[in-house]
């Protein structure tokens, strides 16, 4: 009989874990190791609702939302796509639904249900489970892999690394690099913006819908998005600057050198158009505080901030704003600046960086270094955007290592 060790029970261990054992046309002896309890991460995803995919139809369109691996996942999604993933969990007994934005999730918006419906396939494959276990050192003998833990040595034939990303403790790819893999520089991503101003808290809670954002830094645009954000007690959170951080991840801004999110906060509209159009609204309001014409744009706290911090007095009449100042009030609504110095650290989703690709088949999960050695999740140097690209990965490339194994 086959052993198989699967190091980290994360989504995509399980995964892995449970397709080699249905796949399988021989007895398979799967074990699968955590360090903590098995599935838990898996818990905060997409707020406890758990967005589990992205239907995406197009392989290459939906690899397009990974900032890194979006080549290396060609030839995985091609085995095993976001359509392909909804089935599976569909004729596995997980009722899906998908939102108009194409986010996939249960139909009971319950995360602990998908956990308790894979302990279930766990149960049935009889895979064992060992939780709170901390593995020490991976040894390759001959054909075979040694795993030391503080009691005991075990023996397997084939082993899967499914550890998760974590920049904050490297010692995680320890086992990995003593196997002779390179691990990439690793960095958060995905995670809420520090931002200079000290007054940025009077506006936490304001939501802004289908900001453009450019960011720049060392005097270069390095990525514009657009999509909606929130403003926090510390700075900015939200789709829009999640995607901003995943691309900026790996750009050491600082209190110093700061991060400049230049925010436009007029659904596509640049300074000419909008400047026509307040021209327009003073023509036609030339007795109204021009502070209630700029509400009509963004929230009432968005243009109290930003005329306290342009200098701007609310209180002045509509026909009394000078030239120079109708500009102030057009550049500051199509293209605020805001100084980002730091991740707003917890907040991070996942880590950029992790195992080398090039020491990686994407066909087969399978180590081009060490044979019997598979690779799958967030350990690898891939993360994509928020939507559930980064649980469709997990899926994707446990997938293809369980049919492997």
């Not at 249900?113 to 390759?140: G, S």
Request: hydrophobic share 40%.
């Amino acid at each position: 009989m086959l052993n198989i060790a699967i190091i980290g029970g994360g989504p995509a261990g399980v995964m892995a874990a449970v397709v080699a054992a249905e796949k399988s046309k021989q007895p398979l002896n799967i074990t699968i190791f955590d360090k903590g309890q098995i599935l838990k991460t898996i818990l905060y995803t997409g707020n406890g609702r758990c967005n589990l995919s992205n239907d995406i139809k197009n392989f290459k369109e939906l690899a397009s939302n990974y900032l890194r691996g979006e080549k290396f996942l060609y030839s995985i999604f091609s085995q095993f796509n976001a359509a392909k993933t909804i089935k599976w969990f569909s004729d596995h007994g997980l009722k899906l639904y998908t939102q108009k934005d194409n986010r996939v999730f249960p139909v009971t918006d319950d995360a602990h249900r998908l956990r308790v419906f894979f302990l279930k396939l766990l149960k049935k494959y009889k895979i064992k489970i060992k939780e709170n276990y901390q593995i020490e050192k991976i040894e390759k003998v001959a054909d075979k892999f040694k795993i030391y833990s503080s009691d005991y040595v075990l023996t397997f034939d084939k082993v899967v690394f499914s550890t998760g990303g974590n920049y904050k403790n490297p010692a995680v790819y320890n086992l990995a690099k003593n196997l002779g893999h390179n691990i990439t520089e690793l960095k958060p991503s995905l995670f809420a913006l520090k931002l200079k101003d000290p007054n940025i808290s009077t506006l936490a809670g304001i939501s802004i819908e289908s900001a453009n954002i450019d960011s720049y830094f060392d005097n270069k645009k390095v990525y514009s998005t657009q999509g909606d954000f929130i403003f926090t007690h510390k700075g900015v959170s939200g789709p829009a600057i999640f995607k901003t951080t995943a691309a900026c991840a790996f750009l050491n801004f600082n209190h110093y050198n700061s991060l400049i999110l230049k925010i436009n906060f007029l659904k596509n509209k640049n300074f000419d158009t909008f400047n026509e159009e307040i021209l327009a609204l003073i023509r036609d309001n030339p007795k109204k505080n021009i502070i209630n014409l700029v509400r009509q744009f963004v929230p009432a706290g968005v243009a109290d901030y930003l005329f306290k911090k342009n200098k701007l007095s609310p209180d002045k009449k509509a026909a009394e704003l000078s030239k120079k100042e109708r500009n102030t009030i057009v550049s500051m609504l199509a293209g605020s600046e805001f100084k980002a110095v730091s991740p707003v650290f917890d907040s991070e989703i996942v880590t950029a960086g992790g195992v080398d690709l090039k020491q990686v088949n994407a066909k087969t999960m399978e180590s081009k270094i060490c044979n019997g050695l598979y690779f799958c999740g967030e350990v690898l140097d891939i993360d994509g955007l928020t939507g559930g690209f980064n649980l469709q990965a997990c899926w994707s490339t446990g997938y293809v290592a369980g049919v492997s194994l």
